[in-house]
Structures are given as structure tokens and as C-alpha cells.
T-cell receptor
Framework: QKEVEQDPGPLSVPEGAIVSLNCTYSNSAFQYFMWYRQYSRKGPELLMYTYSSGNKEDGRFTAQVDKSSKYISLFIRDSQPSDSATYLCAMSGQTGANNLFFGTGTRLTVIP | KAGVTQTPRYLIKTRGQQVTLSCSPISGHRSVSWYQQTPGQGLQFLFEYFSETQRNKGNFPGRFSGRQFSNSRSEMNVSTLELGDSALYLC???????????????FGNGTRLTVT
């Protein structure tokens, strides 16, 4: 079993829809949680960075962490065609935080 | 501020050869990490360097090695290439300090290595 599980999709939504992306994990030592966006032929771009449980909002993006359920989510409001990309969740423990454990990514397409 | 720069963008090598990839971190970042991305395994951690010292290492064979220079630039070397080494190799830098590991990673656009 992988330490981080993510539904690979693909996921297609109409423009303006609310998108929900999710990851589950098995290692209770994970404390730092990130979401990255990766466009084709590009490197991952950091979207959200959170510590422990709770919510964090940045513009149209909201990240949620539920450590009791070992479950994290990313919500995208008013989705735009430019949001079409692969979304990767990542997480790490207290030490070695540069050693990130990634989900396999969810490919999202927003249809105009 | 310039982002993480990786060179070259594309490489084609033959089995058995060796290859060196280069990474220039964001100015002021002293930590450089390397990741391998493949369709089957996703992103996997190779190693991290901080102030010219390897601080953390993933579960890859010894054919994969790296180093960091005094200006924080880093190189990654893969010897005796195998077909399975074909992947996107990503470098990431972070502003982490010696005692504080926990800063987000900023990735470059990677080097696409194809082994034939």
C-alpha cells in the first residue's frame, strides 16, 4: 500500500464548477501538507502549504486537512480553463521535510 | 527573482552510459532536492543537499549520486544507465535553514532523460 493515495481521475468539469480533489494517507507522522499544480512539460508549482489540521484559503483555492481521518482536500471555486492541469498532493513529517511523499496526481480538465 | 533552473531540458542517452544533470536554485536558497518523476511511480525523492552536504537520501541505488557546490548549485549523476532510468528529473530548492527543515519546495521544470 502506498503511503499517499490519490484518485488519478481524469476529472472533467464545466467552467465555473467547484472542484474537489482529495488524498488519503497512512503515515500518522505526516504534519506538513501541500498541493502542487503541474502543467504539461512543466515542473510542479506550489499552490498551498499547510501545517497540521485545519483550513487554509487563498483566492479561489481552499485546502483542508483532517489528520484524524488522514484525509486532505483541495477545493477550487469558480474553476477556469486555465486550471486544467495535474494536481499533486504532497506531505512530509517533522524531520526531513524536504523528503516529500507525493500522490500520483489527478488530471483536471475545465471545459469552457 | 529567477526560479529554479535546470539544464539541459532534454537528454537522450544509451544504456550503460552516464549522465550529469545540473540545477541552479533560487537565489538565497541553500537546500536543493532531487526527485524522479515517472508515469508509473509518480514523484520519488532521490536526495537533498544543504550547504554542500547530503542531508537526506531516498531509496535509490548507488548509481544515483549528487553533489552541491559552495554557491548552492547542484548536480546529479546517474552512472551505468538503465532503460528504467528514463524519467523527468526534477530539482527543487527551499529556503530551509540548518535547524528548520520545514519550508516549501519550489521546483524547476525538470530534465527529461530518455535512455535507449
Amino acid at each position: 500500500q502506498k503511503e499517499v493515495e490519490q484518485d488519478p481521475g481524469p476529472l472533467s468539469v464545466p467552467e465555473g464548477a467547484i472542484v474537489s480533489l482529495n488524498c488519503t494517507y497512512s503515515n500518522s507522522a505526516f504534519q506538513y501538507f501541500m498541493w502542487y499544480r503541474q502543467y504539461s512539460r512543466k515542473g510542479p508549482e506550489l499552490l498551498m502549504y499547510t501545517y497540521s489540521s485545519g483550513n487554509k484559503e487563498d483566492g479561489r483555492f481552499t485546502a483542508q486537512v483532517d489528520k484524524s481521518s488522514k484525509y486532505i482536500s483541495l477545493f477550487i471555486r469558480d474553476s477556469q480553463p486555465s486550471d486544467s492541469a495535474t494536481y499533486l498532493c504532497a506531505m512530509s513529517g517533522q524531520t526531513g521535510a524536504n523528503n516529500l511523499f507525493f500522490g500520483t496526481g489527478t488530471r483536471l480538465t475545465v471545459i469552457p | 527573482k529567477a526560479g529554479v533552473t535546470q539544464t539541459p531540458r532534454y537528454l537522450i542517452k544509451t544504456r550503460g552510459q552516464q549522465v550529469t544533470l545540473s540545477c541552479s536554485p533560487i537565489s538565497g536558497h541553500r537546500s536543493v532536492s532531487w526527485y524522479q518523476q515517472t508515469p508509473g511511480q509518480g514523484l520519488q525523492f532521490l536526495f537533498e543537499y544543504f550547504s554542500e552536504t547530503q542531508r537526506n537520501k531516498g531509496n535509490f541505488p548507488g548509481r544515483f549520486s549528487g553533489r552541491q557546490f559552495s554557491n548552492s548549485r547542484s548536480e546529479m549523476n546517474v552512472s551505468t544507465l538503465e532503460l528504467g532510468d528514463s524519467a523527468l528529473y526534477l530539482c527543487a530548492s527551499s529556503p530551509t535553514t540548518r535547524d528548520n527543515y520545514n519550508s516549501p519546495l519550489h521546483f524547476g521544470n525538470g530534465t527529461r532523460l530518455t535512455v535507449t
